[in-house]
């Protein structure tokens, strides 16, 4: 994960109050969180790039004496435009994190995979880390998959066949035309396989 490339978006504390974990009153272990992300979430950030989306993301908070772990899982589908044809189509996207939580005397979240909390804090909100996660894991290339398997016919594509044809066509006139440019080598060629 990038070191807080999106920016530290701040949000009202009652929009992401699912993603509030009370982790003092959990017994030291292993405890399951899972969340159905859908564009209601994205909007909380602020963040409007997908038409749908329907995500599920799974936490795994191991508590510590000292510390707490936080594995982070998602999978699922964002509806995006293609880049080519801009149709749109359903992304498949997955992805995780790690997160370890610490206290110390201060609030510090500089590092990536290290959250400090001032002691006394007794619960971790992880609406910013599920964001951060989710679409980072959205490729910067989005093509429809029909592109790949020529299943896909728009207008758009039509046109980009035609070009790429005439492209090529451009570029096999000139290969001929520099083949033809002195006909010796022609007869010197001749020279080499009569022998």
């Known amino acids: 994960m990038h070191s807080r490339s999106l920016g530290q978006i701040v949000?009202?504390?009652?929009?992401?109050?699912?993603?509030?974990?009370?982790?003092?009153?959990?017994?030291?272990g292993k405890h399951?969180?899972?969340?159905?992300?859908?564009?209601?979430?994205?909007?909380?950030?602020?963040y409007h790039e997908f038409n749908n989306s329907n995500?599920?993301?799974?936490?795994?908070?191991?508590?510590?004496s000292t510390m707490l772990e936080l594995a982070f899982k998602h999978k699922?589908?964002?509806?995006?435009?293609?880049?080519?044809?801009?149709e749109e189509f359903d992304l498949p996207i997955k992805g995780k994190m790690k997160l370890i939580v610490r206290f110390g005397e201060a609030f510090n979240n500089d590092n990536e995979e290290l959250l400090i909390l001032p002691h006394g804090e007794y619960q971790i909100d992880i609406a910013q880390y599920i964001y951060e996660m989710i679409v980072l894991s959205?490729?910067?290339?989005?093509?429809?998959?029909?592109?790949?398997?020529?299943?896909?016919?728009?207008?758009?594509?039509?046109?980009?066949?035609?070009?790429?044809v005439k492209e090529l066509k451009k570029e096999n006139k000139k290969d001929q035309k520099e083949e033809n440019i002195d006909p010796r080598w022609d007869k010197l060629k001749q020279l080499l396989t009569d022998k």
């Open 32 to 46: 399951h969180f899972e969340y159905q992300i859908s564009n209601a979430f994205f909007e909380i950030f602020d």
């Open 55 to 64: 995500i599920k993301v799974n936490v795994v908070l191991e508590k510590k």
């Open 138 to 164: 959205v490729p910067l290339r989005r093509i429809h998959p029909g592109v790949k398997d020529g299943s896909l016919n728009t207008e758009a594509l039509a046109k980009l066949k035609e070009l790429t």
């Open 76 to 86: 699922g589908t964002v509806n995006v435009p293609c880049d080519m044809t801009n």
């Open 11 to 28: 949000v009202e504390m009652n929009k992401t109050k699912e993603f509030l974990i009370p982790f003092i009153g959990l017994k030291p």
